[in-house]
């Protein structure tokens, strides 16, 4: 778009912007954010189509006076950590899904190569899982508790290693997304091609329901926010690739910092899945009906918090923006 065609599209939103500037006891400031979210959108348009030109010096002069308005006008919440879990994250969330479903639909395929190639390699079991899980899980299975394995350690203990390496390798997840993505989907395939061929191992055996009852207590959140950080790091991903109309500085610091957001999003639930592991899952004897239980509820907070209550949060705000 020529420089003309952009300021005679735009000129009024900035005159009313500037308008709003001038009468700050008229405006809200939350309203006045979101019209210096715009104001910004544009500035980075102009820096990009439009370097050294009077619009991105009118917009960035713009810009910088609303922020000095912003920031001594509004108050912070004094519950900001409420905030960001009620409404901050869910609303920034909504515009995710899609990296969410690809980083989903990614590791449901490694899940099923790890399968596959287990059901037709021999030793591929062993090479993923290493000797030494699976022949301790075959003598837990000969004595007749093939989940003994997570009887083995203190309560505590396997709560807390468990909890620090599922962080771990989420926080892998997001952090190699600055290798394009690449890394990424390498953290995936690995934890996908594990989980298939686990699942997999059991199966043959003849003790799919049993491992499948008794891992998922703790594996629904455990898998589903592995899944989540790679959603993270394809974000910080996306914001080097996909600069769209910020330059690609800006566009990389947004992908950093929505990246981030979805991170500090999943420690609770990790801290969860390393409870439920470390204090429950143990209890093999438990009925079905109360591990079922257990992994449904699981699921339904999973899918709630990161799918249906951002929907919600997302719709709410466009109707009352059209109101």
């Known amino acids: 778009m020529r420089e003309a065609a952009f300021v005679r599209q735009n000129k009024d939103k900035w005159a009313a912007f500037e308008n709003a500037l001038l009468n700050k006891g008229q405006l809200h400031p939350d309203e006045l954010s979101d019209l210096y979210i715009e104001i910004t959108d544009h500035l980075s348009y102009a820096k990009t189509f439009y370097p050294g030109s009077n619009t991105q010096v009118y917009l960035n002069t713009l810009a910088s006076q609303a922020h000095q308005k912003i920031y001594k006008t509004k108050r912070e919440s004094r519950n900001r950590i409420v905030h960001f879990w009620k409404t901050e994250f869910p ?63 203190g309560a505590f203990n396997m709560f807390l290693g ?17 290798f394009l993505g690449v890394g990424t989907l390498y953290i995936l395939l690995q934890n996908g091609i594990m989980l298939g061929s686990f699942q997999y191992f059991f199966y043959e055996k003849g003790l799919l329901w049993e491992s499948a009852r008794t891992i998922w207590i703790h594996g629904t959140i455990e898998i589903s926010v592995i899944i989540i950080a790679g959603c993270a790091g394809l974000v910080l991903a996306n914001g080097i690739l996909f600069p769209g109309t910020y330059t ?25 899945a390393g409870f439920l ?23 339904s907070l999973i899918f709630f918090y990161y799918i249906i209550y951002p929907y919600q949060i997302h719709r709410k705000t466009a109707h009352a923006d059209n109101q």
Do not use: W
């Not at 468990?162 to 600055?178: C, D, E, L």
């Not at 592991?277 to 699921?299: C, K, N, Q, W, Y």
């Open 91 to 153: 609303t920034m969330f909504k515009a995710h899904h899609r990296e969410l479903l690809i980083s989903f639909l990614v590791f449901a395929f490694f899940v099923t190569i790890g399968a596959f190639s287990s059901a037709n390699e021999g030793d591929f079991v062993r090479s993923i899982l290493g000797n030494g899980y699976v022949n301790m899980t075959l003598e837990n299975i000969e004595k007749g508790d093939p989940m003994a394995v997570y009887k083995d350690q």
């Open 162 to 178: 468990i909890t620090i390496n599922n962080i771990k390798v989420a926080i892998y997840a997001f952090a190699f997304g600055i």
């Open 248 to 272: 690609r500085l800006e566009s990389f610091k947004r992908g950093v910092k929505n990246g981030l957001k979805i991170m500090v999003s999943t420690v609770p639930f990790f801290i969860v």
């Open 277 to 299: 592991e470390g204090f429950v899952t143990r209890h093999t004897e438990m009925p079905d009906g109360l591990a079922i239980f257990i992994i449904l509820g699981s699921l």
